[in-house]
């Protein structure tokens, strides 16, 4: 009886929007940037696929589950990168599946300096587990829920501001209204990363990031510790500890390191201060990121060549 009417209750709020299937939320900006803003060029000198999962409120049967696959190729010559990904978010009996290809295009303004550009489109499906009501539910069927079912296209824009040291972004996702079997509302969203060099070895990154979905405001604050390997011939960050604070409702925790020069890994743990923090274990997130070399050289004259913080760096 638990289960049943946790369930329920995890669906109906789905449906209301308290936790909407296309505001998915992730904690580590790996996935949130990667899901989020089409315009985020996270490498120039590699290509990069990205694997992550959320499990919210784990031990709550019902709660959500979000899944992402994602992979972007940048082509040098044409200032280019193209983007494939995947997201699967699963939340009661209700589920969305989000296929998307994006586009950025990249403009150097000054010395490690850029301006990305970027679009994106794709499908959004949604629809549900009968056989999950049937196992659970014998009084109601997936029509008395009102469930929505069906399939619509989806369309988002984005940009980026990296400077050395700085990096602004904002994107607006799901700018098309849907059908009305699957209708969509605007998701807007912006952030912003300073990174202070304290010492050769150790970085300070404070961030901010804020969305609004259906008028509705939420702010992240978030602040990073990176600890930097070899800062001098090749200054990438080995690991990084993070601890960050979402007004009002959930405070986290978060690390990764870089295994290889090929493979990093990351982790998130969310408290939620709300009702639901009873009865679950948290909310975890977890994910890795492969990076592929590219075989040719950068064809931009200025790139890696700054001592201070870049997102993109190189072997001096």
Not at 136 to 153: D, F, R, V, W
Not at 218 to 244: C, E, M, R, T
Request: glycine fraction near 8%; charge should be neutral.
């Amino acid at each position: 009886m638990k289960k049943q009417l946790a369930i329920i209750i995890l669906t109906l709020c789905a449906l209301t929007n308290i936790q909407a299937q296309e505001d998915v939320l992730f904690t580590n900006k790996q996935l949130r940037l990667n899901y989020m803003n089409p315009a985020y060029v996270p490498e120039i000198m590699y290509a990069t696929f990205t694997l992550g999962g959320r499990f919210q409120w784990t031990g709550l049967d019902g709660a959500p589950r979000t899944y992402y696959a994602g992979g972007k190729y940048f082509f040098m010559g044409a200032h280019s990168q193209v983007g494939l990904s995947f997201l699967s978010d699963e939340i009661g009996y209700q589920y969305t599946r989000n296929p998307k290809l994006s586009f950025a295009f990249m403009v150097p303004i000054g010395d490690d300096s850029y301006v990305n550009l970027g679009v994106g489109g794709g499908l959004m499906n949604r629809g549900y587990d009968a056989e999950k009501i049937k196992e659970t539910n014998t009084l109601h069927t997936a029509e008395s829920y009102e469930i929505p079912k069906g399939t619509s296209p989806d369309a988002e824009v984005g940009f980026e501001l990296l400077l050395q040291n700085f990096e602004l972004g904002a994107s607006a996702n799901h700018l098309l209204k849907g059908t009305e079997e699957v209708p969509l509302h605007s998701l807007y969203s912006g952030y912003v990363n300073y990174y202070f060099q304290t010492s050769e070895w150790w970085r300070l990154a404070p961030s901010y990031f804020v969305y609004n979905y259906r008028d509705r405001w939420k702010h992240q604050l978030s602040l990073y510790f990176y600890y930097i390997f070899d800062y001098q011939w090749h200054p990438n960050d080995l690991f990084y500890v993070g601890a960050d604070y979402r007004f009002e409702y959930e405070g986290s925790i978060m690390a990764g390191v870089n295994l290889f020069e090929w493979l990093s890994v990351f982790y998130s743990y969310d408290y939620f201060f709300g009702n639901l923090r009873h009865g679950n274990y948290g909310t975890h997130e977890i994910g890795l990121e492969f990076r592929i070399p590219q075989k040719f050289q950068s064809c931009f004259a200025n790139y890696g060549q700054s001592k201070k913080y870049t997102r993109y760096t190189r072997m001096r």
